[in-house]
């Protein structure tokens, strides 16, 4: 029986997963239940059905078996949440099929979720690209964390790397690493990627650096400052400051070889100034190697 004023799995905030049916919805399944295991939640699984209308010949819409449709995905879910209920027992795992556009579906169960988790890839060459914009979409604005599970991903242990730049975004995804990681037993390597000033487009004015062990002993002290607070909270995660000299995308990519999930913050300064803006964090979701969160 709970103690008095126990806060039970069932009345605290879900891990949502964004299910598909694909490998890559698969592994990111695999990877909510795990978590949730350790952080004591429970899963909701969502699997989001587009309207099943199709187009004739003659360009006129048609409505096709709704019921039929629907019965599918609930067979879908329910073969995956079987799966799951075998290998993560102690974990509550609940199933809903919605029908829609899946980007504002997600992102109305992201905003009362802990966490959104999505796999990378979806299936075939049209769901690649839908995959990617809902991913891509989803990590940018939703509410709450978003984590991108590569396809093929399987656990295996290493540190939670976090990209640090400074920013306050970079602040909760400093904070977020922390918490995952003292839930897994594992460490937390803090990284900072600075470079020399470079254009960012035609007519740029750069001021001149003339002391650039300044600015990687600047670029120290943001990293130092960022952890700090963590490292007390924390005090049973061993933590690693990394201050590299490079660009974020190659760094950080890099970082996640060996490293059991990358954190980086969805809006940050320099280089990890967007998702949506610059290619470094479109890198990040696809050539990572490990699981991505993505935390506002």
Known sequence: MDEPGTV????????????DGSSASDAAARWAAG????????????HVMPWPVMRSTSGTSVLVGRDVLGHAAERLLEKACRHLRADYPEVAIEADVAIGDPVPILSREGAGALMLVLGSRGLGEVREEIAGSVMTHLATHAACPVVVVPTGWSARPGDVVVGVDGSAYSSSAVEFGFRLAEAAGVGVRAVLAWHDPQST???????????????????????????AGQAVDHPDVKTTEKLVHGLAAKVLVDESRDASLLVVGSHGLGLLRSLLLGSVSRAILRHATCPVAVVR
Request: hydrophobic letters at 45%; aromatic letters at 4%; proline letters at 10%.
């Open 201 to 227: 487009g035609p007519g740029d004015m750069l001021f001149p650096v003339s002391d650039l062990d300044a600015l990687e002993e600047d670029s120290g002290a943001v990293l130092g400052a960022a952890v």
């Open 8 to 19: 039970r799995p069932l009345d605290r905030p879900p891990i949502v997963v964004g299910y």
């Open 35 to 46: 978590t949730a295991q350790r952080l004591g939640r429970r899963v909701r699984m969502v």
